[in-house]
């Protein structure tokens, strides 16, 4: 049986090296895609003309993507995260209030039940102060 490999090291690191280049070039084809998508302040004409950029010359489109615009990409996803927070707090208190509307026997359950929400962090600080005050009044 010949031991003999054909395959140094050397080159199973290279071929690694280009393989997880290559995971982390769909990493950011997906990340751009994704902002060029969801980005409010881009017109319609905007998107088509950056995702047409990013097929025809897909390695530079995105490394051109990223130096243009790849500054506010945190920023706009952290705006995003921001709209769907606020979302689902509303939601959940559209929730809450419905169905305890009628077991609630006096403002101090209600007031318990906000200060469970405050600290479960459904509601912040200030919408806790606000619907006290309305409980309360």
Do not use: C
């Amino acid at each position: 049986m010949d031991t003999d490999y054909s395959y140094p090291l050397l080159s199973v690191f290279w071929t690694l090296l280009w393989f997880f280049l290559f995971i982390l070039w769909f990493y950011l084809l997906f990340a751009v895609v994704s902002d060029i998508l969801l980005s409010h302040d881009l017109s319609g004409w905007g998107k088509a003309a950056w995702i047409v950029v990013a097929i025809l010359f897909p390695f530079f489109g995105i490394l051109i993507y990223l130096v243009v615009r790849g500054g506010g990409m945190h920023e706009r996803a952290v705006e995003r995260a921001a709209r769907q927070d606020q979302a689902l707090r509303d939601q959940a208190l559209r929730n809450y209030v419905p169905t305890n509307a009628g077991t609630v026997s006096s403002p101090a359950d209600e007031l318990g039940r906000l200060a469970e929400l405050r600290d479960r962090g459904v509601i912040s600080d200030e919408e806790y102060q606000r619907l006290k005050a309305r409980v309360l009044a």
